[in-house]
């Protein structure tokens, strides 16, 4: 159990180096383009922050804070993103009384914006939708990528960290599918609170 412990801890303390080094990231580019907008987009890191600072210590949180977050990331990535991008979040009314770890599903999130389209002369597209049913939550979120890409579970951190966070947290009570289409990656998540 201590052993199990200590690499959730580790794999805990991942997420916010990764998180940053991604924000960061864009934010310089952002500051080369568009003071204005990288002053925005600070203030929205500050908010993500502050959440990263103070929920984390939680072993569960109400799914609403975790939906705030992304919300406000997504708002960082509005400013950064030129205006061909579309994005939409569905939530169901009743999201705020599920329990939840933090950053399960932040890292889907964070992957489809890394993973997204950059057409010029057509939308790219994100979609997050929630959907809850008693002790289920089912999670999809999908991107427009270009046929070149490279897949989703290749390359960084976020996905084999929430694999695996997954595996510890949700041992039986979990299913994650990634899908890749021709011209979109889809990842549906399905957990089961009890």
Same mark, same amino acid.
């Given at each position: 159990?201590?052993?199990?412990?200590?690499?959730?801890? !580790? @794999?805990? $303390?991942?997420?916010?180096?990764? !998180?940053?080094?991604?924000? @960061?990231?864009?934010?310089? !580019?952002?500051?080369?383009?568009? *003071?204005?907008? $990288?002053?925005? %987009?600070?203030?929205?890191?500050?908010?993500?922050?502050?959440?990263?600072?103070?929920?984390? $210590? $939680?072993?569960?949180?109400? @799914?609403?804070?975790?939906?705030?977050?992304? *919300?406000?990331?997504?708002? @960082?990535?509005?400013?950064?993103? =030129?205006?061909?991008?579309?994005?939409?979040? #569905?939530?169901?009314?009743?999201?705020?009384?599920?329990? +939840?770890?933090?950053?399960?599903?932040?890292?889907?999130?964070?992957?489809? !914006?890394?993973?997204?389209?950059?057409? =010029?002369? /057509?939308?790219?597209? &994100?979609?997050? %939708?929630?959907?809850? #049913?008693?002790?289920?939550?089912?999670? =999809? &979120?999908?991107?427009?990528?270009?046929?070149?890409? *490279?897949?989703?579970?290749?390359?960084?951190?976020? +996905?084999?960290?929430?694999? /695996?966070?997954?595996?510890?947290?949700?041992? #039986?009570?979990?299913?994650?599918? +990634? =899908?890749?289409?021709?011209?979109?990656?889809?990842?549906?998540?399905?957990?089961? *609170?009890?």
């Amino acid at each position: 159990k201590e052993s199990l412990a200590s690499e959730l801890q !580790f @794999l805990k $303390a991942q997420l916010q180096p990764h !998180f940053l080094f991604n924000v @960061l990231n864009n934010l310089y !580019f952002m500051m080369q383009k568009d *003071s204005q907008k $990288a002053s925005e %987009a600070l203030l929205k890191l500050s908010d993500v922050m502050r959440y990263q600072l103070y929920e984390p $210590a $939680a072993e569960k949180i109400c @799914l609403g804070k975790e939906i705030k977050n992304i *919300s406000n990331y997504i708002e @960082l990535e509005k400013i950064r993103r =030129e205006d061909n991008v579309k994005l939409q979040l #569905d939530i169901p009314a009743n999201a705020s009384d599920y329990m +939840i770890h933090p950053y399960i599903l932040m890292p889907l999130v964070e992957n489809a !914006f890394k993973h997204l389209s950059r057409y =010029e002369n /057509r939308l790219n597209t &994100v979609g997050v %939708a929630l959907k809850l #049913d008693k002790d289920i939550l089912d999670v =999809e &979120v999908v991107n427009s990528k270009e046929n070149n890409c *490279s897949p989703v579970g290749s390359g960084g951190i976020g +996905i084999k960290n929430l694999k /695996r966070r997954l595996e510890l947290l949700y041992k #039986d009570k979990h299913e994650l599918k +990634i =899908e890749e289409g021709k011209e979109y990656y889809k990842v549906n998540l399905k957990l089961n *609170s009890q």
